[in-house]
């Protein structure tokens, strides 16, 4: 029988040496940024609260799953974290994105400005092209993914149907808060990463129980929303009061 336990090791060891070579190839290649804003960045309030929100927001999309756990079973969990992790990974090209232009980000300063309005209108463009192809091809693709997950997974065709609208709100969201996390102010986006945890949490004590694990994935979705709602209402409010 499979090893459950040694699996999970072998992810842990794998992660470990990834994480050390990444580390080790950025130091040999990449340039030190000439970043103006560089020192601002480096100095501890700013790096705690930037560490601070990467933690909150990692922790933010994995609290889903204990909940559906608490709420259901340990199979039905097992459908939606298969699920939930698939159409996560359609969300990958949203972050990297953002990363690869944090140095920009980070170059505009605290001040939100008309700079970072143009970074929004053009990348939220992008964002929404990819992300109606996303829609697109996770309603083409799961009646042939719960095929190639196997038997026991047939439930998990209707939530890829409900979570592919969740890779563009999340895509959004990501984009907004983006902004609020580089011009120091990444609480606040910690702020709408708890929220939106929250509102999934409550959401599913009433979805849930009436619909299974489908009812965990329009969870999910409502969150996202609201949570995308939140962070867009937050930083226009950052942006009036930062003139």
């Not at 560490?51 to 909150?56: F, K």
């Not at 300063?109 to 996303?134: D, E, K, N, S």
């Amino acid at each position: 029988a499979p090893d459950v336990g040694a699996f999970a090791l072998w992810v842990l060891l794998a992660m470990a040496a990834a994480c050390v070579l990444a580390i080790l190839l950025a130091c040999a290649w990449l340039p030190w940024p000439a970043c103006p804003r560089l020192r601002a960045v480096l100095t501890p309030d700013y790096s705690v609260a930037y560490a601070g929100s990467n933690l909150v927001n990692s922790l933010a999309g994995e609290a889903d799953k204990l909940a559906v756990y608490r709420l259901t079973s340990a199979d039905q969990t097992g459908i939606y974290s298969a699920t939930t992790r698939i159409m996560a990974a359609f969300a990958i090209p949203f972050g990297a994105l953002i990363q690869s232009r944090s140095h920009h980000l980070f170059a505009l300063g605290t001040a939100i400005g008309p700079g970072h309005m143009q970074f929004l209108r053009r990348y939220a463009m992008g964002f929404a092209g990819y992300g109606v192809i996303c829609v697109l091809v996770s309603l083409l693709a799961a009646p042939y993914l719960v095929r190639w997950l196997g038997p026991g997974f047939e439930a998990g065709g209707a939530l890829v149907a409900i979570l592919a609208f969740w890779v563009p709100l999340n895509g959004f969201r990501q984009l907004v808060g983006s902004l609020l996390t580089t011009s120091d102010r990444a609480w606040r986006r910690s702020f709408s990463d708890i929220l939106t945890t929250g509102v999934f949490v409550v959401a599913a004590l009433v979805l849930v129980p009436a619909n299974g694990v489908t009812g965990a994935a329009e969870a999910k979705l409502a969150a996202e929303f609201i949570g995308l709602m939140a962070t867009f209402l937050i930083f226009m409010h950052a942006r009036k009061t930062s003139r």
